[in-house]
């Protein structure tokens, strides 16, 4: 059974940092694809990084330059740095994994972290 679990959420200054990690466990062939995705109260879930089987990461316009995805192969977990937090970054924030299985590829979601931005 696959299971994701993130950590790294919490609560920060504007113009701080933090690291949200995604680790899946469990029977895993690879990763094909991984993206991020947050929720503000009130609004829609939105993309805010993804990376599919090639090298491209797509980054949401308010991120760009802020926010880097990442992965460990290794351990099967992936990364979203966030430098220069805004208050308009917070927002519950997702993992999403695209898994190869024995059985077949799969998507999966993470349990939500939350991202606090204030003075």
């Known amino acids: 059974q696959v299971q994701l679990v993130e950590s790294g959420g919490g609560l920060v200054q504007p113009g701080g940092s933090l690291r949200l990690s995604c680790a899946a466990s469990?029977?895993?062939?690879?990763?094909?694809?991984m993206g991020w995705y947050r929720q503000a109260p009130g609004k829609q879930r939105e993309l805010v990084a993804g990376l599919t089987s090639g090298d491209k990461t797509n980054y949401a316009d308010s991120v760009k330059g802020r926010f880097t995805l990442s992965r460990d192969n290794a351990k099967n977990t992936v990364y979203l740095q966030m430098n220069s937090l805004k208050p308009e970054d917070t927002a519950v924030y997702y993992c999403?994994?695209?898994?190869?299985?024995?059985?077949?590829?799969?998507?999966?979601w993470g349990q939500g972290t939350q991202v606090t931005v204030s003075s």
């Open positions: 999403n994994l695209h898994l190869f299985l024995a059985s077949g590829g799969y998507d999966y």
């Open positions: 469990g029977s895993i062939l690879s990763i094909y694809a």
